[in-house]
């Protein structure tokens, strides 16, 4: 392992160097920061005395050298800071390690432990203190100190200290921060965040005379924060919560700190104020969400009356050359039977009426056109009076009827010749069109001249001697299922969606078809058909079309929407409507919980948190809440009572949802407790698993971060990780943006991946 290499070398070559490096790995850790007062006058010890804060990684190192300290008077150290004149210090120092406080030349210094804290505000005994003879350190240089980003829910939790030396700043300046969220794949600008503005004595007396002392003038005053900028030392402690539309995108925030006086710009330069490696243990949370289904009796579909087109063709077999049946072909009586019951059924029918019939006679295309023309309109006209003659004369009144006659183009033999695999053939007739376009009778001429004509061709043309016709019902009741069933299997215009379903129909198929891919179809189908009939559309077909995206992956907010009212705290509400007789049922709870399941979808977690307060506290919606809640960050903390037990609540159930949430949920605590209850909750996890050896070097560098002398944490965390590279390289990506991984072990365990070596 070359972390260890490196260590063991350093450690016989040079143990100074290896401190050094050591601590440096560190700095990684908290930033703690307070104020220090007098306790006799509880005030600052102003700039005539220097107050030192010595840095310790371990309580037992501060507890060793608290005497010296102590008795000496002075201690000799590197690592240490100093209070500004107002009393204000930051130190980056392990968060269980320990600072040491004391007041130059005073003779009590204060020990304090971190425990985790990150304000600590001390009270040193004064006593007879001398003016300092010894001169700290200058700050030259604006350097702002970081702290790792947090992630809960949709908020980014960003802070930093800029310390801003000495003589940066003055009483007729401003100093502006203005913080950009930056995207962490592209570099990209997302947004402006709220600006940070500061503002000298004599800066702010004059800025608002020149504004008139109209505010409103100064576009930057609604963000001046309530301190001034001095000419002395100061600490910007700047911190912002930022919502994230996607939380599971990388982010970083830059910012630009420019100082200004009423004339020029005299200082400007940009900063990382917080970077792209963020603390976020939830995003290996299991869970899954499963799509809920109204019940469909619920929401049953009125019949409606409805006009339905009904299209037929029939071939009738004529004399040649007369428009008279054949009475030689016994088809043609079965065919004139079947149309007249099919248009008597509709007469007499209690809930049909016939109101359009349009009939085409079509002959075949021997012989001129003109003749032929002449003969399919005769041969029609003895069809439909056929036809007619069975309906009443009242009806016949009433009926929108047409005609017309057509001559079937010599295209039409070469195409029935070409389905009969007579290739050559169909290609001489089709070259013959080709060479007369617009002579109909010349291309007869041709055609009727070929040698195969009578052998072949002739047997052809009583096909093409045909009656074609079509009829508008209006049916006033409703269809069958079996009807709606055949109609959407058998007509063309309706399976294909030219023709719309009544949601009645849409309703009995959504019964009885049981293709997933059709049904989704008819899911989207009947929900976009359904909004010209309601305004929001019909619930029944926009929540099995959200179930079937759930179930598909597919994430879309809009669907269920109109259908939710976050006014209404309750779901399954019925509310009346003004007319006092008809009503509707407001948030459906299969609908609430699948538009909760959409928005975890979409990562919005905060405002699936909404949905989670809609539903009822019953068993079957204990997990998806619980889940909820917690990927929102309502997992710990809370302003009330109530507020933290609902709180402790969603913990515990996630908690003991599965193994590794276990470990994920008590990682998320983010303490020394919570990390040694991982740990031990490690054991239940498969532990040849990519997640679990990545899980190991949190554990694992959480331990170093802590205590950055344990270097078998160092070499264990760096072998875990490399595990998890080698068993799933999708972690390489995890663990580049992830704080919970120190930089260090991150690019050792990079390095030995790309050799392809485990050590």
Known sequence: MRILRHIIKTVFAAAGLLLSIVWASGQEMKVVSGRIVNKTTNMPFGNEVAVFIYKFNTVAEARDAYPQIKDGGTFFASDYETADNNGYYQVRVPETGALIFRAEMADEPVLEEVNFRMEINVALVGGNILKSAVKSAELTTIAPIPENPEIEGNNLRVKAIIPVPKNNGKANARLILQPFLMDGETNDTIKCLRPYVVDGKEYAVT???????????????????????????????????????????????????????????????????????????????????????????????????????????????????????????????????????????????????????????????????????????????????????????????????????????????????????????????????????????????????????????????????????????????????????????????????????????????????????????????????????????????????????????????TVLAPFIDTRVHAVNKKIMHMNGVTSEIVNPEAVVANQLCMFLKDNNFKRASVMAQLLPDTDRNRELKAFTMCLGGYYKGGRTQEEREAAKRTFDIVKESTPVNKVVMYLAMNSAGGNALAERAMADLPQDDALTYYLWAVIYSRKFEADPNDIMSLMTAGDNLTQAFFKDMKYIGIAAGDADINKDIYKDAESRYKSGSLY
């Open 207 to 557: 800025q608002d005379r020149r504004m008139g002392f109209d505010a409103g003038s100064d576009p930057l005053k609604p963000y001046v924060k309530d301190i001034e900028l001095t000419a002395d030392r100061m600490n910007i402690q700047w911190a912002d919560t930022i919502e994230l539309k996607d939380p599971q995108k990388s982010y970083f925030v830059r910012g630009v700190v420019r100082f200004e006086d009423y004339h020029r710009i005299y200082f400007e330069k940009d900063y990382e104020l917080a970077s792209a490696r963020v603390r976020r243990p939830l995003k290996f949370l299991e869970y899954s969400v499963g799509n809920r289904d109204l019940d469909p009796n619920d929401y049953v579909e009125r019949a409606q009356k409805e006009r339905r087109n009904t299209s037929d063709r029939i071939s009738l077999t004529f004399k040649i050359g007369k428009a008279e049946l054949d009475e030689a072909d016994s088809m043609n009586n079965i065919y004139l039977d079947r149309l007249k019951t099919d248009l008597l059924n509709i007469v007499h029918g209690e809930d049909t009426q016939l109101k359009e019939f349009h009939i085409i006679g079509v002959s075949s295309p021997d012989g001129t056109y003109a003749k032929n023309l002449s003969l399919a309109k005769e041969r029609m006209k003895f069809a439909l009076n056929q036809i007619a003659s069975v309906l009443p004369r009242r009806v016949r009144e009433r009926v929108y009827m047409t005609t017309k006659a057509e001559v079937a183009p010599w295209s039409d033999v070469a195409d029935l010749m070409m389905q009969d695999s007579l290739v050559t053939e169909a290609e001489i007739i089709y070259g013959i069109i080709d060479k007369y376009p617009d002579d109909h009778d010349r291309q007869s001429r041709q055609i009727r001249s070929l040698k195969f004509y009578r052998p072949t061709v002739v047997d052809y043309l009583p096909k093409l001697r045909s009656i074609q016709y079509s009829y508008v019902q209006e049916i006033n009741r409703e269809l069958t299922p079996a009807e709606i069933l055949d109609r959407y299997e058998h007509d063309y215009d309706y399976r294909s969606g030219k023709k719309a379903f009544a949601l009645y129909e849409y309703w009995h198929l959504f019964q009885m078809v049981k293709d997933s891919d059709e049904l989704f179809e008819l899911y989207k189908r009947a929900f976009e058909d359904s909004k010209k009939v309601y305004p929001k559309g019909w619930v029944l077909a926009a929540n099995n079309l959200a179930s079937e995206y759930i179930i598909r992956g597919i994430t879309d907010t």
